[in-house]
Nanobody
Framework: QVQLVESGGGLVHPGGSLRLSCVASGFDFRGTSMSWYRQAPGKERELVASITGPGISQTYAPSVKGRFTISRANAKSTVWLQMNSLQSEDTAVYYC???????????WGQGTQVTVSS
């Protein structure tokens, strides 16, 4: 079955950086676009960044464009989210899932908490 395991979150000061990882299994990772989502307290889950299967194309939410970078290593079934210039508004639980514009899997991982605070 589909498994998605996120890690790499933590507490960081404004302006700091974090790199999130998602290790996937149970599906054709190489042939599946992957995305990062986030959910802040009291808000709906939102799409943050996506990358196609070969890793050639990426897309970002306007709020993170220029600060976040999504990448992947198909040989490792892993997708990363490099987050720079973090702001308090980036505080959320971050999740990965399949798909480019819509979450492909009903299964979600446990997520990884990112807290940006001074």
């Amino acid at each position: 079955q589909v498994q998605l395991v996120e890690s790499g979150g933590g507490l960081v000061h404004p302006g700091g950086s974090l790199r999130l990882s998602c290790v996937a299994s149970g599906f054709d990772f190489r042939g599946t676009s992957m995305s990062w989502y986030r959910q802040a307290p009291g808000k709906e889950r939102e799409l943050v960044a996506s990358i196609t299967g070969p890793g050639i194309s990426q897309t970002y939410a306007p709020s993170v464009k220029g600060r976040f970078t999504i990448s992947r290593a198909n040989a490792k079934s892993t997708v990363w989210l490099q987050m720079n210039s973090l702001q308090s508004e980036d505080t959320a639980v971050y999740y990965c899932n399949g798909g480019y514009t819509v979450a492909r899997f009903d299964t979600w991982g446990q997520g990884t908490q990112v807290t940006v605070s001074s």
